[in-house]
Nanobody, 116 residues
């Protein structure tokens, strides 16, 4: 099963930008989809964005137009580019990998805090 390591979280002012990284221990072409989820205190974990091995992307309505997702195949890394950040984007962001065999792998999470 693939292992995931997130990085790039931190404290940013509202309106600012951050880039999160998710490094996979295997080729991202062997993974069906890599997704970014987030969980704010007292709330359920929600899907933020995802990218499939074929390059198709999906975004939550709340981040469309502000977040983009990209990948570096050589580094087996998926990036979440976040701009025009709002206080409601404050959460722990988790990287998730869905395998073709059906496995579900998670990273340890990285904190994003947006100050208003």
């Amino acid at each position: 099963q693939v292992q995931l390591v997130e990085s790039g979280g931190g404290l940013v002012q509202a309106g600012g930008s951050l880039r999160l990284s998710c490094a996979a221990s295997a080729s991202i072409f062997t993974i069906n989809a890599i997704n970014w989820y987030r969980q704010a205190p007292g709330k359920q974990r929600e899907l933020v964005a995802g990218i499939t091995s074929g390059g198709s992307t999906t975004f939550a309505d709340s981040v469309k137009g502000r977040f983009t997702i990209s990948r570096d195949n050589a580094k087996n890394t998926v990036y979440l580019h976040m701009s025009s950040l709002k206080s409601e984007d404050t959460a722990v962001y988790f990287c998730n990998a869905r395998g073709f065999s059906g496995y579900d792998a998670w990273g340890q999470g990285t904190q994003v805090t947006v100050s208003s």
